[in-house]
């Protein structure tokens, strides 16, 4: 059955165009039940992922996941942010390295964005995390992401991290 557009009230194309923009906004968002533990896990884990797609590169963290603030209200929300890092890798082929991790990167859902000059780096937003960047410049590979926002208190967290 087609709907005549004249005949629809207004308040109800309003509406569909506001649940539609909450939709799309509530799809990019970490999922409702989502804990800093599994925010930290899958932003810990995505990166170590995407560092093994590329074989023969030994990986090291730099630290552990760091946690922190996010959004307007300290206490409220927190999100996870993780680096991993491998000696210079002057021998590889860095375009080639950068294409597989954008095609990894595009495989989870993400938007990928690959800078050549002046060396290789992939920036990917989206899918599991919120954001992360792999570059080869000047040969030393890294990978580095930042979780999606969770409730939590990152003060809190330390302490728990901490002991």
Request: with cysteine.
């Given at each position: 059955?087609?709907?005549?557009a004249d005949r629809v009230p207004r308040w109800m194309?309003?509406?569909?165009?506001?649940?539609?923009?909450?939709?799309?906004?509530?799809?990019?968002?970490?999922?409702?039940d989502e804990s800093p533990v599994s925010a930290r896990?899958?932003?810990?884990?995505?990166?170590?992922?995407?560092?093994?797609?590329?074989?023969?590169?030994?990986?090291?963290?730099?630290?552990?996941?760091?946690?922190?603030?996010?959004?307007?209200?300290?206490?409220?929300?927190?999100?996870?942010?993780?680096?991993?890092?491998?000696?210079?890798?002057?021998?590889?082929?860095?375009?080639?390295?950068?294409?597989?991790?954008?095609?990894?990167?595009?495989?989870?859902?993400?938007?990928?964005?690959?800078?050549?000059?002046?060396?290789?780096?992939?920036?990917?937003?989206?899918?599991?995390?919120?954001?992360?960047?792999?570059?080869?410049?000047?040969?030393n590979y890294y990978i580095t992401g930042t979780s999606?926002?969770?409730?939590?208190?990152?003060?809190?967290?330390?302490?728990?991290?901490?002991?």
């Amino acid at each position: 059955m087609a709907v005549d557009a004249d005949r629809v009230p207004r308040w109800m194309t309003s509406a569909a165009a506001v649940l539609g923009l909450t939709l799309l906004l509530a799809s990019c968002a970490a999922p409702a039940d989502e804990s800093p533990v599994s925010a930290r896990e899958r932003l810990t884990s995505t990166i170590e992922e995407s560092a093994a797609i590329l074989g023969q590169v030994e990986w090291a963290e730099v630290g552990p996941a760091d946690v922190g603030n996010c959004g307007d209200q300290p206490g409220e929300r927190v999100n996870y942010n993780y680096w991993y890092n491998a000696d210079p890798q002057p021998e590889r082929d860095h375009a080639a390295d950068a294409r597989k991790m954008a095609e990894h990167w595009t495989a989870l859902g993400m938007d990928v964005r690959v800078v050549e000059s002046p060396s290789y780096v992939v920036y990917a937003t989206g899918g599991p995390v919120e954001g992360l960047s792999f570059s080869t410049a000047p040969g030393n590979y890294y990978i580095t992401g930042t979780s999606r926002c969770v409730p939590g208190d990152a003060d809190d967290l330390r302490k728990q991290d901490n002991g």
